[in-house]
């Protein structure tokens, strides 16, 4: 009897190729990872070549090994993306991050989960009118009957309605109530159309966890290259970093929830380590119009990320006023499921910006000067903590801070090292509602030599009104069918600056990006005073671009003035 080969390990959760870029892949090795999952769950999971994958999987670990400093740049699309579209954005991501990394240092990774496009994906034979019949096909036997049966009879009604008189008092009702039961099954068809909920369903079953089984398959080839009987120490530790967009922020921060030891005896403390697994630690974590709520951030309770995002050594938030696909399509989706009793707490993390108004009475909505970009709660050289300069709103009429969320009685939580009471001042945020820029894969149509709004029309306002968001709108709509228009919710990668930004935080860090932007020569590049400096510059870009910057006093403190946490001993945040 043959004994099974356990070497080998039967991977059928995800594929690994190569992503074909062959100069940066000689300075940057660059990897699709493909979920298997198949969009419905009656097709047959994507075919993998399991040694290959293997064969793959184990030639990213020896890389590693080999390397000074490794680390493992993941980006996660979001929802509705086709995948050839994700394909094309990890491309740009992989010949941004040769130009910045340091050869030999750095594994980029595109990961793409099996999201569903709205419109249809010729490249797996779907389009609107396949999706329409797979819709009218799934209706439970109690639906279909309903709406069918409801159409008939609003028809038959309708007609007797027009031919007797002496029946309208019982037909009337008959038709009212026939046309809501079609209205309602037909509502439900259209979300499904939307593919939000089943896109959230394949998220939270194969994202995540196709995901968290990479990530251990790749702790697994390490470690059993390095011959490991206990895990690495700290400085010898591969660095794991992470680029979500809108639902694949969702996936980011559940994997790192999963990845993250709930029995270990620091997390139960409140003081969970950066490290993962044998061979990992948690580097950065740059959430872009991030498709999670609010409540993430916010103090009150048990906080269902606080712990695992402590782990995390740099965070970072892209947001957007403007942003309606949050604002409108995921707030409206996740009313239904969200236990929110206001409005306002139901609003996602991609809408959290930046503090204009005094209060929720404050209705006073001015024009922006130009003093109000760039680092805005940096005063007398120390952060003012931004969960106190941070706002939700939907006009000028209706918008309350982060503290009026929770009603003036904000629970703290110690944050040491941080200088902060709560979760969301160890984030970074960058509003770019007013983001001027030039920008990549503009339409004919569109101008390429002059910057515009990136990801709204850049007004300059306290609040957008009820018509800028009607017009906002218009054009996001317009941009998604190809005509051209303002992206509100994925613009951020086509802005010179801001991809600028997000690559180098991710790849680089903080401190090593404002050591990358360019400045005059200095005898002392890295003392305090010149990274005051560098900071500065930072701000003046963003102010120039029209980026509010709120800075997490954390960043502050250990990448500008080189100040070191406590250890770990003394019950210090990684963060």
């Not at 209205?183 to 995540?208: C, E, P, S």
């Not at 697994?220 to 206990?230: F, I, N, P, R």
């Not at 993962?276 to 993430?296: C, H, T, Y």
């Not at 024009?367 to 706002?391: R, S, T, V």
Request: hydrophobic share 40%; aromatic share 8%; charged share 20%.
């Amino acid at each position: 009897m043959t004994t099974p080969d356990h070497s080998t390990p039967d991977i059928t959760q995800f594929d690994i190729s190569l992503i074909d870029e062959p100069h940066a892949f000689a300075k940057i090795p660059g990897y699709y990872i493909n979920s298997t999952a198949a969009i419905n769950i009656e097709d047959n999971p994507v075919a993998t070549d399991s040694a290959l994958v293997v064969a793959k999987i184990r030639a990213i670990a020896d890389y590693l090994i080999a390397s000074s400093e490794p680390q493992v740049i993941i980006s996660i699309h979001g929802y509705g993306t086709q995948r050839s579209d994700a394909q094309k954005r990890y491309q740009k991501i992989h010949n941004h991050a040769a130009t910045i990394c340091s050869p030999q240092s750095s594994i980029f990774l595109g990961y793409l989960w099996p999201s569903e496009k709205p419109t249809g994906d010729p490249s797996i034979n779907s389009s609107l009118k396949t999706k329409l019949g797979d819709a009218i096909n799934a209706l439970p036997v109690l639906l279909s009957g309903l709406i069918g049966g409801s159409f008939i009879l609003s028809v038959i009604t309708t007609i007797l309605l027009f031919k007797t008189i002496g029946l309208n008092a019982l037909l009337t009702p008959v038709l009212i109530v026939s046309l809501l039961t079609f209205a309602i099954v037909l509502a439900l068809i259209l979300l499904r159309l939307l593919t939000y909920f089943r896109d959230n369903y394949r998220a939270t079953n194969y994202g995540v966890l196709d995901l968290v089984e990479l990530i251990r398959q790749l702790d697994q080839a390490v470690s059993e290259k390095l011959d490991l009987t206990e895990p690495l120490s700290k400085d010898r530790r591969i660095k794991l970093s992470f680029i979500g967009h809108s639902m694949g922020c969702f996936i980011v921060t559940n994997t790192i929830r999963i990845l993250s030891d709930v029995f270990d005896t620091s997390s139960i403390a409140q003081n969970p380590p950066s490290e993962i697994g044998r061979v990992f630690s948690l580097g950065r974590l740059v959430l872009v119009a991030p498709d999670i709520p609010a409540e993430s951030i916010m103090p009150r309770r048990a906080n269902f990320l606080r712990s695992s995002l402590r782990r995390c050594e740099e965070a970072y938030v892209f947001s957007n006023e403007g942003d309606l696909a949050l604002r409108l399509a995921s707030t409206a989706a996740n009313y239904f499921s969200f236990p929110a009793r206001k409005r306002s707490s139901g609003y996602r993390l991609g809408n959290v910006t930046a503090k204009h108004f005094q209060d929720e009475h404050d209705h006073t909505n001015q024009a922006l000067g130009e003093d109000a970009y760039g680092i805005i709660n940096l005063n007398n050289g120390k952060p003012e903590p931004p969960f106190k300069c941070l706002e939700v709103r939907a006009s000028d009429r209706e918008h309350q801070s982060l503290e009026e969320l929770r009603d003036g009685k904000v629970q703290t939580e110690a944050i040491p090292g941080a200088q902060g009471d709560v979760i969301a001042d160890v984030f970074t945020y960058f509003d770019c509602t007013d983001y001027v820029d030039f920008q990549d894969d503009l339409k004919e149509s569109e101008a390429a030599d002059q910057p515009r709004g990136v990801v709204s029309f850049a007004l300059r306002k306290a609040a957008l009104n009820l018509l800028d968001y009607a017009l906002l709108n218009f054009s996001y709509f317009k941009q998604s069918l190809g005509f051209g228009g303002v992206n509100v919710h994925g613009g951020y990668f086509s802005g010179k600056w801001s991809q600028q930004m997000i690559y180098g935080l991710a790849f680089l860090g903080f401190r090593e990006f404002l050591l990358s932007l360019p400045q005059e020569s200095a005898s002392d590049q890295k003392s305090p005073d010149a990274m005051k400096t560098r900071l500065a510059d930072l701000a003046t870009q963003c102010q120039q671009k029209g980026i509010q910057v709120v800075l997490a006093p954390i960043r502050y403190e250990k990448d500008i003035l080189g100040k070191q946490p406590l250890p770990a001993s003394s019950k210090q945040s990684p963060l």
